[in-house]
């Protein structure tokens, strides 16, 4: 099956830092990836639309200054937190579509 | 505006049980319905993905099916093992490409004992 990466699988950062998370699908191309946030022991909520030489959509909540998406080829989005806060500590997992979505393994961030 | 709900939250049998694990959603207008697992601290690997003009899938000792009309569908785990002990999430798209934006459930945590 399709795979896709995520880069870093673990970071851990300093409050007001910037963190970026690298997100590849590595044996195809894909046009639209997504970025999911999971808080513990909760499920996965979907964060924004990464569309390949466009702007991001983002979900109602979801502040686009402060989670900046790029999606600049076919096999790689990028999403930054900026500014990171304790309360941004979470599990973010990205996916990336063909007739269905295949998931990355995740990226655990926390923020001291 | 699409909700999925899963029935129970948590779930412990022992070994060698079957279990069926359940599935509920708000609009029944989908474009598939995918299952998937989720191991404490890991990624989602995928299950079962049913289109909305199927009625089931099977995998091995997993069986998904799906009733559209009422929105349902049920997750069957047939002889269940330890190593099925896991979080089962159950998600709905409403289109593909752009617009296959995935609505998940809370899911299942399931425990099966030795």
């Known amino acids: 099956g399709a795979v896709v990466s995520q880069h870093p699988s673990r970071v851990i950062c300093k409050s007001g830092t910037s963190v970026k998370i690298e997100c590849r699908s590595l044996d195809f191309q894909a046009t639209t990836m997504f970025w999911y946030r999971q808080f513990p022991k909760q499920s996965l909520m979907l964060m924004a639309t990464s569309n390949e030489g466009s702007k991001a959509t983002y979900e109602q909540g979801v502040e686009k200054d402060k989670f900046l998406i790029n999606h600049a080829s076919l096999t790689l989005s990028t999403l930054t937190v900026t500014s990171a806060h304790p309360e941004d500590s979470s599990f973010y997992i990205c996916s990336a579509s063909l007739n269905e979505q295949f998931f990355g393994p995740g990226t655990r961030l926390t923020v001291l | ?114």
């Open chain 2, 1 to 114: 505006k699409q909700e999925v709900t899963q029935i129970p939250a948590a779930l412990s049998v022992p070994e060698g049980e079957n279990l069926v694990l359940n599935c509920s959603f708000t609009d029944s207008a989908i474009y598939n319905l995918q299952w998937f697992r989720q191991d404490p601290g890991k990624g989602l690997t995928s299950l079962l993905l049913i289109q909305s003009s199927q009625r089931e899938q099977t995998s091995g000792r997993l069986n998904a099916s799906l009733d559209k009309s009422s929105g349902r569908s049920t997750l069957y785990i047939a002889a269940s093992q330890p190593g099925d002990s896991a979080t089962y999430l159950c998600a709905v798209s409403h289109g593909s490409g752009n617009t296959g934006k995935l609505i998940f459930g809370q899911g299942t945590t399931l425990q099966v004992k030795p």
